[in-house]
């Protein structure tokens, strides 16, 4: 049986990052009503009960349902196998670079079971202050971001000179 060293620790990764994602998710869809908002630091940050039916930021949420089943299933189908074929070509010794990919992998899975459950992400993370409000976001959105953060800085690093 061939092993390859490098899965354990990021399907760790992305495996309790979509845990973490589905669970929170289950959490607020059984405990508050849609659109309800629960304070937590006034002026700061709330839990808020919302579905995203668009893309990052909402983009796309008033097009149809139709052709954003198809868009997102596309764009989630091509981004798990570019993911995919990113790590198998990652050397192990890149601990970043696996990282990155395995929380940008969980993340985009966390948000395509979102989309083919319910046709919307759900999302409670609510920063703001006062009136100016953040896009609300989720533990998927989360590790996405961080995960993009971790490929730009390995970029950077990479391409320091000696």
Known sequence: ????EKWPRPAAIAGVILLCDQVSKSYIQQTMRLEESIP??????????????GAAF?????????????LFSVV?????????VLFLQTPKEDSWSLTAIALLF?????NTIDRLRYGAVVDFLDVYWRDDHWPAFN???SAITIGITLMMLQAFRAGRAP
């Open 1 to 4: 049986m061939l092993r390859n």
């Open 40 to 53: 937590i630091i006034p002026n700061l940050f709330s839990l808020t009960s919302i579905r995203n039916s």
């Open 58 to 70: 909402g983009l796309f949420a008033e097009q149809s349902p139709l052709f954003r089943a198809v």
């Open 76 to 84: 989630s189908v091509v981004a798990l196998v570019f993911l995919t």
């Open 106 to 110: 969980g993340g985009a899975v966390g």
């Open 139 to 141: 533990v998927a959105d």
